[in-house]
C-alpha cells in the first residue's frame, strides 16, 4: 500500500516514521493522541513470537512527551502525581499516574526526569498537555510547559540488548531498567530509555528531531536484521499476559488507583500535595467499591480482541465488564483484564460473560498471567 492509501484527515498527525512503516508492510493504523498509530503488520500472533523470541520496532511517537521545565518544575511535578517523587534522580524514569480533584485516573505516563529541572512525561492516551497548562495558569509557581519536538520507537524484545549494543556500543548494556542516556547515532539527537509497554527486555528511543524519522527508522532496521529483528506494533496478546493497562479500555477517569490494585503508586502521607489526594484519603478509608481481576475464559480461541465491553454476570445478576480480552498462544488459554464489583472479587470464582459469540464461564485468577515479577523487563 502508498501511504496516500491513508487519510483521517490534516486533523490527525502523522509520525516522523509513518512513510517508513508504510514501506515496511504497515496494512492499518489507529488513532492515538490524534495521531496514526499503526496497529497491523500482518499476523498478530507471528508479531507476539517476534517480540518474545527476538524483536520488534514499534513507531510509538503517538507518546507524546510534555515537557516541564522552570525554577519550579519539580515541585509542579509532584503536584500533579501521587507518587513520591522526592528520591528521583537525574536521568531516572518512573512510571506515574495521574489523577484529577476526584481520585479518577487521568493519564499512567512514564516520567523521565532529564535534569534538576527538566521533566518529560511521556503519555498515554489523553490530553496531559492541557490539563498541565491549566494547572500551572494559577499554581502560583514558575513553569514552562510545553511538547517538544520528540518522538519515540519502541525497540522491545530479547534480542533488543544486542541490537541496542550493535547500534550505540558496549556502554549501552550498562544502562538499568527505568534510566535513561542522551546519546547520538549518526550525528542524530536521541535520549534513550530501559522502558516499553512489552514486559519483555526493551529500550525506548526518543528521536529530538523529526526530520530524521526515516533515517533513524531505516538504521535500526538494517542494524537489526541479522538478530532476527521486524517491523511491528505494540502487542495486546504480550500486554494483557502481562497485566498492561491500556488506557480508555482498563482504566479511565472514572476509574481510581485502588480499583487498579496500584496503591504502591500513592504516597497519602508525604508532606507534599497533590491534586486527589484528599478523594484517595476517601476512597482509602472506604475501600474501593470495583477491583481489577484476571480472568480465563473457557471458550473457543479469541480471533482477536475484544472491541467492546463485554458483560459479566454471577448467577444472572450484572457484576461488572471484560475490558480486554485475548487468546494467548503461549499460555494456550483465552485471557482477559476485567473490572467487577468488589464484593465478587474472588481468585477461584467462576462468573459467566457474554462475549460476540454467546456467553461462557471464567474463572477470576491472579494477574498478571505470565511473569508477574517482570523479571524479563528488569533483568
Request: contains cysteine.
Amino acid at each position: 500500500m502508498q501511504a496516500d492509501d491513508f487519510g483521517f484527515g490534516t486533523q490527525i498527525r502523522k509520525s516522523p516514521y509513518f512513510e517508513a512503516t508504510v514501506r515496511w508492510g504497515a496494512k492499518g493504523f489507529s488513532v492515538y493522541n490524534h495521531m496514526y498509530i499503526p496497529r497491523d503488520f500482518g499476523d498478530p500472533e507471528q508479531n507476539f513470537w517476534t517480540l518474545t523470541q527476538a524483536a520488534i520496532l514499534c513507531d510509538v511517537a503517538v507518546e507524546r512527551q510534555v515537557e516541564i521545565t522552570g525554577p519550579d518544575a519539580a515541585k509542579f511535578v509532584q503536584r500533579l502525581t501521587s507518587r513520591d517523587l522526592s528520591k528521583m534522580a537525574v536521568g531516572q524514569c518512573k512510571y506515574i499516574l495521574i489523577t484529577n480533584a476526584e481520585g479518577g485516573l487521568l493519564n499512567d505516563p512514564v516520567l523521565l526526569r532529564l535534569a534538576e529541572n527538566h521533566f518529560w512525561i511521556s503519555l498515554a492516551d489523553s490530553d496531559i498537555l492541557l490539563w498541565a497548562q491549566g494547572v500551572a495558569v494559577n499554581s502560583g509557581l514558575d513553569v514552562t510547559i510545553g511538547e517538544p519536538d520528540v518522538s519515540p520507537l519502541q525497540l522491545q524484545g530479547p534480542k533488543s540488548g544486542e541490537i541496542m549494543q550493535a547500534l550505540f556500543g558496549d556502554s549501552i548494556l550498562d544502562l538499568k531498567y527505568y534510566w535513561l542516556r542522551e546519546l547520538e547515532l549518526d550525528g542524530i539527537p536521541l535520549l534513550v530509555s530501559r522502558t516499553g509497554w512489552s514486559s519483555e527486555l526493551g529500550y525506548e528511543i526518543y528521536l529530538r528531531d523529526s526530520a530524521h524519522g526515516d533515517a533513524l527508522w531505516e538504521r535500526i532496521m538494517a542494524t537489526g536484521l541479522p538478530f532476527g529483528l521486524k517491523p511491528g506494533h505494540t502487542s495486546s496478546i504480550r500486554r494483557i499476559e502481562g497485566g498492561m493497562l491500556s488506557y480508555h479500555a482498563d482504566a479511565d477517569i472514572k476509574t481510581n488507583p485502588y480499583e487498579l490494585g496500584l496503591d504502591r503508586l500513592l504516597n497519602l502521607d508525604m508532606e507534599a500535595d497533590f491534586i486527589g489526594k484528599a478523594a484517595l484519603r476517601r476512597i482509602q478509608a472506604q475501600g474501593p467499591s470495583r477491583k481489577q481481576i484476571g480472568l480465563i475464559l473457557d471458550t473457543a480461541p479469541l480471533k482477536g480482541p475484544n472491541t467492546t465491553f463485554w458483560a459479566i454476570t454471577k448467577d444472572g445478576a450484572p457484576i461488572g465488564k471484560v475490558t480486554s480480552a485475548i487468546y494467548s498462544p503461549r499460555l494456550k488459554q483465552n485471557i482477559a483484564l476485567a473490572m467487577v464489583a468488589a464484593d465478587f472479587a474472588h481468585i477461584g470464582s467462576e462468573v459467566e460473560v457474554v462475549t460476540n459469540s454467546g456467553p461462557c464461564r471464567a474463572t477470576i485468577v491472579e494477574r498478571p498471567f505470565y511473569d508477574p515479577k517482570k523479571k524479563i523487563a528488569a533483568a
